[in-house]
């Protein structure tokens, strides 16, 4: 999820009543709540590395309590005043545990169980940047705005404001899962239609439905068959026509493609990508080159890609040129 959402909800957390388990339990859940990504940095060196290392260890379980303990030393460090620790590693926790369940819900996906597994696990209901969870947020954070301003005037007839905020709190942290529960059932409705077709006269081996960013009730899918990919919207409430899916077919076996799958750039991108779609094509660059293209269909397709691997491979399948990117990349 966006950092401003992770953000929302440490705060929420410590509104809520987290904030009362130690001196500066509110700054320490809205570090902590965000501490996993850290390993953003690694943006810095370029988008392979972005992709190798971005919810990767920090988004583990394992390492929790390292993250906790960094995001209560940072506080105690900063504000240099005396924490409650048992109450502070407490909340730092659930800051952190906080953020890898909303990442979790997402269609990116964490790997939680590294060192030992590098198996990437989501729930695929949520958007990487989700407005439904930023409306709910937005709405119990002005809550307690507006009510504030109403206490202004009724402390300056006499009477005695009340502070909102924490029924605010709990109504965003009760709403957002109310809405991921939701989701989880849309979610296993989608995929159920999914199933429940052929397309081109196949079966699907697998299928994957992805949210819309917007409506609830409708998904983007993603049939796997022996031949090729489906691609087509869902409508939960109402019907499906699979012959409206977008036909995308595998290319057959090539030494072109061969050889760009044994770069370091397309081996990164194989562990991450979930839905992988080939593309082989000659590159007038070269004479009797390739140019092979790897896309990850959750991200898009090859006429609006997300994530995109190029490689060029000579007539004698050297591979000239590997990169990876996000969107469109040039090829030199």
Known sequence: MDNLTHTAIGLFLARAGAG????????ILLVAANAPDIDVIAGLGGPLAYLRYHRGI???????????LLSVAVVRLAGRKALNWPGALAAAILGVASHLLLDWTNVYGIRLLLPFSGRWLRLDTTAIVDPWILAIAAVALAGPFLARLVGSEIASSGARPRHHGRGAAIFALIAVVALDCGRLVL?????????????QGDLPKRVAAMPDPLNPLRWRGVVETQ????????DVAGDFDPTR???LYKPDADPALEAAARTPVFREFLSFNQYPLWRVTPAPALDGGKLVELFDLRFGTPAAP????????????????ARFGFGVLRSR
């Open 20 to 27: 009362k388990w130690s001196p500066r339990a509110t700054a």
């Open 58 to 68: 920090a988004h583990a379980l394992i390492a929790m309590p390292v993250l906790a």
């Open 187 to 199: 979610h296993a409705r989608a995929v159920a239609m999914l199933e429940a077709r052929t397309y």
């Open 227 to 234: 031949d090729f990919y489906a691609v087509a919207d869902v």
């Open 245 to 247: 899916a977008q036909i």
């Open 306 to 321: 997300g994530f995109r691997a190029t490689a060029l491979v000579d007539a004698g399948l050297r591979v000239v040129d």
